[in-house]
């Protein structure tokens, strides 16, 4: 005689990085893609079959004394799509923020497991292994046999993106010994399990949208007039490829061209010099979510410069190629990632990333006939909302839960 077999009660808890909705949150330490990805991810979550999440972050602020304030104590939020999130305490200063994030972050994920100590399965994901810190969480997870699942959005090369210091290359090993003993991964690029825990299951996660976003876009067409309008948006960095793209513009002589680039960092008063002597470029800063959704209704292009000539590209990946593709409007990028073996025919590739290439593509896209373009982004509008979408990525994170992760037996 058979004994029917219960689902498992699962209580879960999650640890981010990210600012809450009001401005005053918004500084040059906020990563406007990690926000967008880690509040739409936990909206679809909240909606899903899986337990609402316990929710700590790090809200992210540059340190002092950058930042005047010194240290940040424990306070509660509340998101826009209704969950509660409660901030971690750190000092803000050196090495003791890392520091720090990590024991509060431990700590909080000890308060939650006793709280929840009669669920079957606590589940612990977090964003990244760096801020705040993943070992002291991975130590407090083995004591008390918590299944830590990170989502390991980017591992950035000591000496490329980041600097080459002894702290960078701490973080950077401690990365690679920690990734093949956590007990489920959640990955942004293949490469990651490729190169640092080869044969480990894992749940490819590169980004997404909520389907509410498709249907946007579905029912918004772009607003006709005699411009070729390409939108650039993305943290304005050499990685992203914004050099290549103003280099470019500096090789095409199309007086039909319009070119909005929106987004900040270390090359924004590039931007800005180009746009003022450029009348074709228009620099819009660093803008609200909503305004970037705004200037891809009225694109003819969308850009994706991600560069592929760093050992960094091998494990990040711009999750805006997601979100473009859910536009519908025709995408130009890279061959970053997986990329071209994922979406290679629902995009426009760039095999040369330099100037004159990118400038023959942009020039000869301007040429294609509009209904030959619209074809290409509808095809990937289609794939977004078939594969793509937050709410089917949570439904498939829940089945990789349950297939690699949960290893209780069961009765027969």
């Not at 949150?25 to 739409?40: C, E, I, P, R, V």
């Not at 790090?58 to 409660?86: D, E, M, R």
């Not at 956590?182 to 044969?199: C, E, K, R, T, Y």
């Not at 292009?301 to 494990?315: A, E, K, M, S, V």
Request: hydrophobic share 40%; net charge positive; proline share 5%.
């Amino acid at each position: 005689m058979n004994v029917s077999e219960e689902k498992p009660t699962i209580a879960l808890m999650y640890l981010g990085a990210f600012a809450p909705d009001q401005q005053e949150y918004q500084n040059s330490a906020t990563s406007t893609a990690g926000d967008l990805f880690q509040k739409n991810f936990l909206t679809a979550l909240a909606g899903s079959t899986l337990p609402s999440p316990t929710v700590h972050a790090y809200i992210p602020v540059p340190s002092f004394p950058k930042a005047k304030k010194l240290f940040f104590g424990k306070k509660k939020h509340q998101l826009s799509n209704g969950l509660a999130v409660t901030s971690l305490s750190h000092i803000n200063f050196g090495a003791f923020k890392i520091l720090t994030l990590g024991l509060s972050a431990a700590w909080r994920t000890f308060v939650w497991a006793i709280k929840n100590r009669k669920a079957d399965r606590r589940v612990v994901i977090c964003y990244n292994l760096t801020a705040p810190p993943a070992w002291p969480i991975s130590l407090v997870s083995k004591i008390i046999q918590l299944d830590l699942v990170p989502f390991i959005g980017d591992i950035y090369v000591p000496g490329e993106v980041v600097k080459d210091t002894l702290l960078r290359r701490i973080e950077f090993n401690g990365q690679k010994r920690l990734i093949p003993k956590v007990d489920g991964l959640l990955i942004a690029n293949q490469a990651i399990v490729d190169d640092f825990a080869p044969n480990r299951h894992s749940l490819l996660l590169e980004g997404g949208v909520m389907e509410s976003l498709v249907h946007r876009f579905e029912n918004h067409p772009r607003e006709q007039d005699t411009t070729f309008h390409v939108v650039f948006a993305g943290q304005l960095s050499v990685l992203n490829g914004v050099t290549l793209l103003l280099d470019a513009l500096n090789l095409l002589e199309m007086p039909n061209l319009r070119v909005s680039i929106l987004g900040g960092g270390e090359f924004a008063n590039v931007a800005k010099e180009a746009a003022e002597k450029d009348p074709r470029i228009t620099y819009c800063g660093l803008r609200p979510h909503e305004d970037v959704l705004k200037h891809y209704e009225q694109a003819d292009l969308l850009l994706n410069l991600r560069r592929t000539d760093f050992q960094t590209q091998r494990y990040v990946f711009p999750s805006k190629v997601v979100e473009c593709l859910a536009t519908g409007r025709p995408l130009l990028t890279t061959c970053t990632g997986h990329v071209e073996k994922e979406f290679g025919d629902m995009v426009f590739l760039l095999r040369d990333e330099s100037p004159l290439a990118l400038a023959e593509a942009i020039r000869s896209l301007s040429k294609m006939t509009k209904q030959n373009r619209e074809m290409v982004g509808t095809k990937a509008q289609r794939h977004v909302m078939e594969h793509k979408t937050w709410e089917g990525n949570v439904r498939r994170l829940e089945n990789y839960l349950d297939q690699n992760v949960f290893t209780q037996q069961r009765v027969a």
